[in-house]
């Protein structure tokens, strides 16, 4: 079946301008996560979706960055007023509903590559 | 809060040789999830194994096994008889609650022909 996809692939922008980045994820995962992979900060998690609300926004860097998720599915992240730093590999994972204590696989998709110049 | 820690940037093996990658973390919790996931330059991260705190045997996949020391907080992956395809990105990764997962910065892996 269809894995984790996201678009676009790559993202070049100028500072200053926004920008929204699309997750689509497995049919059927209720869990559905962001992160960003950097060369200064590593690999490091923004936020986490179960359904449509966002128990976990503690890993966005500003509020400048949001996200949202419809239906239970699609999900957008948008990064408003972009700076240079946010240059970065962003990626979306999505899983089974979470429970403590049980283990469900979290699968990422290809990631898009954004560019701020 | 949890840490992971990686402390080899980069790490090179003779093909059909073994190699280990170290992983420390830090944790108050007693009941956890630790991952290897492997990143080739095509960015899709793929998990190799995985490891539940309360299980006392280490585990393995294949050619892929863990060392698990939950006393020291050391979870270090030994790849035996290593391959080309195996060159890549590993994170060593810490489930926090609410499944989102803690990398480390990772360990670039060469593998010599």
């Known amino acids: 079946g269809a894995g984790v996809s996201q678009s676009p692939s790559n993202k070049v922008t100028e500072k200053g301008k926004d920008v929204e980045l699309r997750c689509d994820p497995i049919s059927g995962h209720t869990a559905l996560y962001w992160y960003r992979q950097s060369l200064g900060q590593g690999l490091e998690f923004l936020i986490y979706?179960?359904?449509?609300?966002?128990?976990?926004k503690s890993g966005l860097p500003s509020d400048r960055f949001s996200a949202e998720r419809t239906g239970g599915s699609v999900s957008t992240l948008t990064i408003q007023r972009t700076q240079q730093e946010d240059s970065a590999v962003y990626l979306c994972?999505?899983?089974?509903?979470?429970?403590?204590?049980?283990?469900?696989?979290?699968?990422f998709g290809p990631g898009t590559r954004l560019t701020v110049l | 809060a949890q840490t992971v820690t990686q402390s080899q940037p980069e790490m090179s093996v003779q093909e059909a040789e073994t190699v280990t990658l170290s992983c420390t973390y830090d944790t108050s919790e007693s009941d956890y999830y630790l991952f290897w996931y492997k990143q080739p330059p095509s960015r899709q991260m793929i998990l190799v194994i995985r490891?539940?705190?309360?299980?006392?045997q280490n585990a393995t996949e294949n050619r892929f096994s863990v060392n698990f020391q939950k006393a020291a907080k050391s979870f270090s992956l030994k790849i035996s008889d290593s391959q080309l395809g195996d060159a890549a990105m590993y994170f060593c990764?810490?489930?926090?609650?609410?499944?989102?997962?803690?990398f480390g910065t990772g360990t670039l892996l060469a593998v010599q022909p």
């Open positions: 994972a999505s899983s089974l509903t979470y429970q403590r204590g049980a283990y469900n696989e979290q699968f």
């Open positions: 990764a810490y489930r926090a609650a609410t499944n989102k997962l803690i």
């Open positions: 979706f179960q359904g449509n609300s966002a128990p976990d």
């Open positions: 490891q539940e705190a309360y299980k006392q």
